[in-house]
Structures are given as C-alpha cells and as structure tokens.
C-alpha cells in the first residue's frame, strides 16, 4: 500500500533565502506532485511607483531585489528611455555594462555559494563568499556601495570610471583568473557534489522552450538564447557574446543543476573576458547626456507612450514595461517581470520524480531573486557586539580606505 | 569487604569519569567547531560555545507538541544521554576499563545502535512530518553501517583469538594493552588498514555529521529528527550529539591507536597510567579531528539512497577485503 | 500567402510536441519589415495599429534590434498569436496592463527569432479588453509559461481567460477578498482606506 503526505517547503526555510512556499506530496521521500505558491513577500511596487515620479522610480527600482539592483535599474532606465527617445552617450553604454556585467560575476558567485551550502558543502560555500567579496569591494570602489549602486540615470550613469577604478577592475580580472578556477574543481569535481547534482531537478530542452525558461536555466537545458546576442543592447553592440551551453564544453546538455552550475560558473569567466573588453574599448567623452535632473524631469513630464526595457540580467532576461502620460509628474503604470517569474514556472517541471532531499536544491537552481543586505565585520576574536552606529562608522571607513590607500588593503585585511 | 570496597570504588570513578567525559566532550566539540572554521577561513565560535548553547537552552521553555506522544518524545533525549553515557563505562581510558570484565566491544556497538534508536523513536514520538521523514532516514542509515561496523568488530575479535594476544578477544582492554599491528604480518596490516579505512567512513554516519548528516540535514528538512524539541530536551540531546562523537573517537582510539606514552617514553610505575591517562585524550582528540572535523569539512551532504548504497556496496567491500586480508595472514603462520 | 492562411488552422490540431519539432529557433531568421508586411496582410482590420521601435547602441550608433508594437481586437488575439508559431516557437515574457476607463488593455510581451546576432524581434500585443465583457482567451495550451501572468492578471485587473485550468490567487494572500482587483482605477480598485501610505 502506498500513501503519500505533503510537506511545506517554506515559506520560511533554512535552505530558502527568499520566502516561498513549495507544497510536495511526497511518496517516502519521492516527490509525487508539487504546487508552488509565492506571495509571501508581494510589496506592491509597483503599485507604488503610481505616487512617484520617473526619477524617484529608479531608486525604488533598485530595491526591487539586492542582488540584481542594477538589472532593474537599468532595465526601467531603457524602458523610459524607449518611449522618451533619449539618446545615451557610448561612454555611458560602456560604463553600464562595466557594471551589469560585475553584478553578473557576483550573482554568480554569490549563487555558487548558496548551491554548495544547500547541499551541505559549507566548505565551499565559505570559499565561494570568501571569492565573492572581492567584486564586492570594487562595486564598493565604484559607487560607495556595495549593493544599490545608484549608478544608472536617465541618459547615463552618475559615476565615471576613475583610472584607479580602472586598475582595481583589471586586479580583480586577474585575481579570479587566479582564484575562482580552484573553486570550481573543488566543487565540479566532488564525488559528493557531483552525485548531488547530475540529474537532479532536470528540465528538458521541450520544456525549457514551453515553459519560456530563461536565463542560465534555458542556456543550461542546451537553448542558446541570451539577450545580449539576440538584441545587442548598450556596449554589446561592439562586443560580441555568444551564450553559453554546456553542450560546447561537455558531452551534452541534461539540463540538470549541476548543468546549470556549469554553465553560471562558465559564465564569470565570460564575464571577465566582456568586462575587460570594456576597459579597453572605453571611449572618451561625457558619461550622461544631461546632468541637470529637473531638465530631465521636465522633459519626461511631456513625454507620453509606454516603453519596453529587456535586458540579460544575471538569472535571465529582465523585462520592464512603463508607461508615462503627458502632464503628470508621476509613472502612470509600471510593470516589472524579474527573470524569477519566468522561471518559476518550471519549478513544478523540474521537482517530478525527484527527492525531498533535491527539494531546496531545484528550488534554489534557478536562482530565486533575494534581497541579500547581510554585512559584517570581525576584528580579531573579540569584536564584541557592535552597535548599528558603530557598523555604519566602520562601513564608511572601509569605502574610504578603499578610496585613499588602494584595493589591496581592503581586501587582505 | 573487598568486593563492597571495589563496587564503592567503581561508583566514585564511574562518575568522577563522566563528569570529565561530559566536560571534555563538549570542549572537544567547541575545538571542533573552531577547526572547521579555520579550515573554512573563518574566526569561529569560542572553544566554550556549545557549554555555553547548553546552559543557555536548560533556561529555555521545553515544549512538548500537542500531538505529541508526550512520554516517548520527553523520555527519548534522557534514554539517549544515559546510554550514551554508558558506553564510556566500558571504554580503557589509558589500559583499563571501570567497567571493563562487565561488557565488551559488542555491548558498546549496541549501545551505539540504541542511541540512535532511541533517537529515531523520538523523532517519531514528535507527530511532525518532518521530525518523520528524519526518523525514517536515521533509521535506514543505521541499518545500512552496521552490516559493516559488524564486520569490523568480529573480524577485529577473530585476529584478537587467533593470534593469540592476552585477554579475551571481544573485550576492548585486550586491543588497549596489546597493539594489534603488531599481532599481523604484512599482508594483515594492509587488510587493517582497510578496516580503518571503513571505520573513517562508518564513523560520520553513526554520529550523524559530515557527508552523512542526513537525517538531521539542516537545508532540507530543518534539522529533521530534532526539529520538535526544545529546552531541557534539546540540551539533552545537543549533548548526546557531543558525546556521541567523543565515544566513538575513544572507541576507535582504543581499537586502532593503542600508542602507550609511557612505553615510548619508556617511564615505569605510577606514572604509566598517568601518563597514558593524560595520553589517551591526546590521542581522542586526534582521531575526532580526523574522523569528525576533517570529514565533514571536506564533503557534501548524500542523500539517503546515495548514503545507504555507499555503506551496502563500497564499506562493506571495503570491510570484507579486510577482512580476507587477516585471514590470508592468519591462515598463513 | 495563400500558404499561409491554411497554416493555423491545422496548427491548431496539433499537440505541443508536434509544435515543438519545429525548433524554437527557427533557422531562418525574418526580417521585421516583412514580418509587419505579412502579419497586416494576413489579418487586415484585425491589426488596429502597427508600429515598428528601433533600437540604436554602440560606438556606430547602429540599429541593433527592432521590436513591433502590435494593437490587435479582442476577437484577432488569438489567431494572432497562433499565427506567430508559423514563424517561430514564441518566448512569452509577461503580460503588463494598464486599466484605461472603459476597457482594460493588456500588452503581452513576446520574443521571436533568438538564434542570430541581432535577430531578435519583441513583439508587444496590445488588447484592449472591454469592461462589459473581461475575457480573453488564454494561451496557456500554446504557451504554459504564461500561467502566472495569466493568474497574475486575472487576480489584479480582474480578466477572465477562458480555458485557462488553475485560476487560483498567485500573489495575493490566501484571504484576500476577490472582488478587489488591486490595479483596477475604478469601483473594483483598492479603496483609499486599504491603501497604506509609507512616509
């Protein structure tokens, strides 16, 4: 006789860092059917937006998720940008990649880490983290912050890459050259890892199409899509990017998690191959079209259509539709898909016939959008408790070091 | 009067042992903690964290769940510690057992297996699914590696009898005295080395860490066996978890690592037993490092079938071929 | 042209498998204009208004990609959206809508041709979805990656999609009242007292 019994896998769950609810029924520990509901954190952003005007929306864009902040950011940008015709400077579009494709490497890393804890190899997830904090430091380096950069606006980006910027990104290219390799066999070439991973939470190339999987979900189920290819946006214009599928490094795509690990992983080295050709290719001149926010303002007041923004965001393609009415200050209606809506979808694909035990794992395969702030500091073994004052002080001190006395010290503290 | 004065004796070091081995156990876990986290580039807790987790949870609320089966689920954790206890009544610290002519290496495996079933029982006694799902897997595990802890005892005991070293052969103060490396020719020692081998492997499964911590697996299913209990109970059984790993480094200690300082230093008298009393927990510390911390730094998390078949199929190959290795040596004097 | 009229109506009896042995990136990529050419020949009336966006980027400035801002009638959306399988298998990216008064027009976001450098073609389908009668078809047969859009806007705006098997709430709290529609800007929108006003 067989009965089965159905578990909750979240809303709140160690495994989980957003909060969603996964119900398996569960045969043993075989999962016989799933049902996912999310929910649990819906903001209503944008709702919100409806109150604001088109520059205040960027910043509340940014804090649709922590890791991903430029993505959105950017995407709403081109979107308004699409229907009010403004023409960005190339200098800008090189620095806008600059970043999207650092946020590219540290959401890589970052999920890198999380899949390694899911499975139980906290070694490598400490390794992982560890790797990560570097491009953190030069996000840091950049903006003053290590997420919510504040970077992007209307017709350009706010910040200019400095020649010591320039240096800290080329370190850093050189550092995970270096360092992120070992990672990488630690982890694919783990007996452990590997038996975790290979046909786990498997998405077919048929379904990956229908259900309109993207991102390193679809590139690792064999689909060579990617947005910076089929529509070159920004600097991909000049600098050419082929998406990368397992199939060209391996024997074949499976479509699995450790295909998609893979494929995240190949991913940073492209990245750092793309962020160098940026820095090379960096052209001169001014790095935004229009300085003056209340000119911007003004002539956003006239514009009046609806704009559609889609660009590669680390977990798949981002899209954001906006639409502004002549006379009003405000976003009359905004839309905003994260690649995690797209992929969702699959999750009930890719839970069949798999374990309880694979449950977190799929769920955390596709890279669930998180809002990940975390930070903190140790100063030898008794640091004590430090008071919200005293970590902001610190956190100020750090980007001021950064700034003053090089990239080395902050990193090899 | 004799007898009255031993059995006295007995007590009064009986205890005076456990109250250091509660001691040392959690202090062995803090230094635990601590080198897993170096190995991970991390600072890590202080070496007196877990002392410090266990006071902080006696003061804690216990909570026994409505649809709980109250007497098991409070009944589990206290029937873990003591059997856990137990065991270390009848383990040589240095040469001799307190406890040692009463019981041999077989009543310490079962009271190993006991814990675990006492454990599971509690998990099941708790009414959530989860705490269910973790039981099961307990369960399944211990089924799996005690074919093979099996047969490296018996093998272990058979080499004891044929060889003829002194004392009986189950009995663990025969392997403390006599090292059982030296009772094997050549081909012997490499068969056991393939009962070390299996024993590294056994070991994190009997404790429930490093790549075998399924059925607590935190990222899964919430700590699973333990997710019910709180308080008085949960200290209990963090505590167990502690002396779980503690008893069987000194098991295998004194199976495997019968090293007397003394006999290197080559001092005589009184201060044999002092100094391989001191010795002893030098040498647990270093298998605990090895078996405990190193192992479940360096690997994943398997699942239960992945687990169960690694024990079935490769520990238990790995026990036998050690186990026809001793023989083939043995056979062949 | 007479080809392609027959087209859809055997594609419509066919099972997602078959659909599929078409790869999803078709080899040959269509050029937009002649995509626009062909879809206004094929559906006349049907095509209330068709716009073609380009998109400039890089040191040349050059156009990049093209999308097609496509508004269609109630009753063409389906046939449309049928006919696009003929070109290519569509990747669906998410509906957006906005509620205009009397009707509440729903833009779904499409892309097809991801194969080549450049290739790509986003088409926005606008409905115009008319209060008196909120439905639409849903194209989660053709599509089943358009179920949370679809469950999405169902539950925000209030548009029934006939066909469409789960119609269970997706974002909202499980005790939600229904008969609020969260983006509506009319009797069945949020009132001013369940909004909440954030410093």
Known sequence: ?413 | MTSIFILCLKIFVGVALLALVVVLALLFDGADRIVHARMQRRVGPPLLQPVYDIVKLMGKENIVPRRASRFFFTLAPWLALVVTLMIFLYIPVGSRAVLGTEGDMILIVYLLAMGGVVMAVGGFAGGNPIANIGAGREVTLMMSYEFPLAMVISTMAWVAYRSGMPGPPFSLETFASVSVWKAVGEVGDVGLVCLFLSLVFIVPGEIGKGPMDIPEAKTEILDGLIIEYSGVNLALLKLTFALRSFAISTFVTSLFVPVSLAGLLGVGGFFVAVFDFLFFWVKVFIVQMIFVTLMRTSFGRLKIWQASQFYVMRVAGLSLTGMILLSLDIMAR | MTEKTEKPRERRGMSLADRLSVSRFAKTTVDCGVLSDALRTRFGDGIVSLEVREHKGGRADEVQSRDLWVEVTPETFRPFVEELFAYDFVNFHVISGNDGGDDVALNYHFSLFQRERGGRIGVVCTVRVPKSDLSLPSIFDLLPGSEYSERETREMFGVDFAGLPNKALVFLPEDWNEEIKPWRRDAAGPAPELVRELS
């Open chain 1, 1 to 413: 006789m067989s009965t089965t019994y159905t578990i909750p896998v979240g809303p709140v769950h160690v495994g989980l860092k957003e909060p969603v609810t996964a119900w398996l029924e569960l045969d043993g520990e075989r999962i016989v059917s799933a049902r996912v509901r999310p929910g649990a954190i819906h903001r209503g952003i944008e709702f919100m937006a409806r109150e604001r005007n088109p520059i205040q929306v960027i910043y509340l864009s940014e804090r649709i998720c922590g890791i991903c902040s430029f993505s959105h950011v950017m995407c709403f940008i081109r979107a308004v940008e699409d229907l009010a015709n403004l023409s960005v400077p190339v200098r800008a579009q090189y620095i806008r990649t600059l970043v999207l494709e650092l946020e590219r490497v540290h959401s890589h890393l970052l999920w890198a880490g999380v899949a390694c804890y899911t499975i139980g190899f906290d070694s490598a997830f400490h390794l992982g983290m560890q790797l990560r904090e570097r491009v953190m430091d030069v996000l840091e380096l950049l903006s003053g912050n290590r997420v919510n950069y504040g970077v992007a606006t209307f017709g350009g980006v706010r910040w200019d890459v400095t020649p010591q910027l320039d240096k800290a990104i080329r370190e850093m290219i050189r550092y995970y050259r270096r360092e992120f390799t070992p990672f990488r066999e630690i982890v694919m070439e783990d007996p452990v890892a590997q038996a975790r991973m290979r046909n786990v939470g498997v998405l077919t190339r048929e379904d990956a199409v229908c259900y309109s999987a993207t991102g390193p979900t679809a590139r690792a189920s064999g689909l060579r899509v990617d947005l910076r290819k089929s529509s070159p946006y920004e600097a991909y214009a000049d600098i050419p990017v082929e998406p990368v599928v397992p199939q060209d490094y391996f024997d074949a795509a499976r479509g699995d998690v450790l295909d998609r690990f893979a494929v995240r992983v190949l991913e940073v080295y492209q990245s750092l191959d793309i962020l160098e050709k940026a820095l090379d290719g960096l052209p001169e001149g001014p790095f935004v079209a229009e300085p003056n926010l209340n000119k911007v303002l003004v002539s956003l007041k006239k514009a009046e259509g609806t704009g559609w923004g889609i660009i590669e965001a680390p977990r798949g393609d981002d899209t954001h539709a906006v639409h502004l009415k002549g006379g009003d200050d405000n976003v009359f209606w905004w839309k905003v898909r994260a690649p995690t809506y797209a992929n969702a979808v699959s999750w009930p694909v890719m839970f069949r016939g798999n374990e309880l035990a694979d449950a977190p794992l799929i769920i955390n395969s596709i890279d669930p959008c998180i809002s990940c702030m975390e930070r903190m500091m140790v100063t030898g073994s008794s640091a004590g408790v430090v008071t919200k004052a005293e970590l902001l002080k610190r956190c100020r001190q750090k980007t001021f070091d950064l700034k003053a006395r090089g990239f080395e010290r902050g990193v090899e503290r």
